[in-house]
């Protein structure tokens, strides 16, 4: 196996502080002491952290599920696991989603930026209570892709929202990078839907939405999460933001009966290209685009729940001609699907990017309007037939 350490590339550099302040750096950042995790490589919105290869000389002893390994000091519990010959997904890889998270002397914590030392535990087999990073509990006026536009009303909040860390997309021109880049302390399903309902409550809203990062990562916190959510509050509706990217059809089945009653899924694209140029995932992009695709004709024939599709615009990311397929193959799944052009801006490591003006937002509704989509709006920078920020269907 190839380790690798993490380098600040000075010249780059811009000084603006996420990898000190808002990564959480298992070791000491860039030394010596490096386990390679890659945290702060993807959080750094300027490319200017690279991770070089290195060599770990010594061996340290760990226990893996009661049996002695010998694996190379200063490395990850993932890769150690690995080195042993587990198989340990790491969708995240920033301590966000805990979807790795195992039993390390007798706590759990996420495999992807723990570091192993002489003498650790590691249990994999121990269930335990499912956790998560979650933040930015907060009230949206606006809603997101899976919000009907009729609720949209822009004077009070829709819905109450929080952001489930971690992502297995890499968008280099991600618009919520802080979370879907970054880990942190995490938090059960019981309080994380305490603080929801509580807010509920305040806002006088009868929704709650589930946003990221990816928040379909970690299958058992978001389902446990709205099991909490339900016995709170049976009537609540709960929506769900996400890439689509994981919702085979026994977990959208399982979404749905345990309470899911509205769902927003972001399709980036149709080809392969235009996929990969948008979300830089290389390993699984082709299953992740397949899957996406299913999951919104599975949905639309399967379950009498709300659908919201966004669908990205930026000249420089994708063609007109593909929004154009791509509004066909919708239509021919279901014409009367809410479809929400989203104007793609220039953030994160695309801050090169120009934004899509109102006229090429409004060429790209009618376009997707053309294809015989009956419900199509644009997310816009400005005004338009009073609605701030969306285009009219109508
Ligand atoms: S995140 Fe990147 S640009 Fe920002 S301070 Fe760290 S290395 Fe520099
Ligand atoms: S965040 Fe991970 S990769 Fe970056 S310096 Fe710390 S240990 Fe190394």
């Known amino acids: 196996m190839i380790f690798k350490i993490a380098r600040q590339n000075l010249n780059l550099c811009r000084f603006c502080g996420i990898c000190r302040d808002v990564v959480s750096c298992?070791?000491?950042?860039?030394?010596?002491?490096?386990?390679?995790?890659?945290?702060c490589y993807l959080a750094c919105p300027y490319r200017a952290i690279e991770m070089v290869p290195h060599k770990r000389k010594k061996l340290i002893k760990i226990w893996i599920d009661r049996e002695i390994f010998f694996v190379p000091e200063k490395i990850t519990v993932s890769d150690a696991l690995r080195f042993a010959g587990f198989h340990v997904p790491v969708p995240c890889g920033v301590g966000g989603c805990f979807s790795c998270a195992v039993r390390i002397d007798s706590e759990m914590r996420p495999a992807c930026v723990t570091g192993v030392v002489e003498g650790m535990q590691i249990d994999t087999k121990t269930k335990s209570e499912p956790v998560r990073m979650v933040s930015g509990f907060s009230p949206h006026i606006v809603g997101g892709v899976g919000t009907p536009y009729v609720l949209k009303n822009y004077k009070r909040p829709v819905e109450v929202a929080c952001f489930l860390h971690g992502c297995n997309y890499r968008c280099p021109q991600c618009q919520n990078h802080v979370m879907a880049f970054t880990g942190g302390v995490a938090m059960t399903p019981e309080t994380v839907a305490e603080i929801l309902n509580q807010m509920k409550v305040v806002y006088r809203v009868e929704r709650i939405a589930f946003s990221g990062g990816e928040c379909t990562l970690n299958r058992e916190f978001l389902i446990e999460t709205i099991?909490?959510?339900?016995?709170?509050?049976?009537?609540v509706r709960i929506h769900v933001d996400t890439n689509g990217s994981?919702?085979?059809?026994?977990?959208?089945?399982?979404?749905?009966?345990?309470?899911?009653t509205d769902i927003g899924i972001d399709l980036k694209a149709l080809s392969l290209n235009t996929f990969t140029r948008i979300t830089a995932v290389s390993e699984g992009a082709e299953r992740y685009l397949k899957t996406t695709w299913n999951a919104v004709k599975y949905i639309l024939e399967n379950h009498d729940i709300f659908i919201g599709i966004g669908i990205p615009y930026n000249r420089d990311l994708i063609s007109k001609e593909e929004i154009r397929a791509m509004g066909r193959r919708l239509a021919q799944m279901g014409a009367d699907v809410q479809v929400c052009v989203l104007d793609y801006r220039p953030a994160f490591r695309r801050r090169d990017l120009s934004p899509p003006t109102v006229a090429e937002?409004?060429?790209?509704?009618?376009?997707?309007?053309g294809c015989g989509l009956t419900t199509v709006i644009a997310q816009t920078r400005q005004?338009?037939?009073?609605?701030?920020?969306?285009?009219?269907?109508?």
């Open 26 to 39: 298992p070791t000491k950042l860039f030394t010596e002491d490096c386990i390679g995790c890659g945290a």
């Open 361 to 369: 937002m409004v060429e790209v509704r009618d376009i997707l309007r």
């Open 246 to 260: 994981l919702l085979t059809s026994d977990y959208i089945d399982e979404l749905v009966n345990t309470g899911m």
């Open 227 to 235: 099991k909490c959510l339900k016995r709170m509050d049976n009537d």
């Open 383 to 394: 005004e338009l037939k009073n609605c701030p920020g969306y285009t009219s269907p109508w």
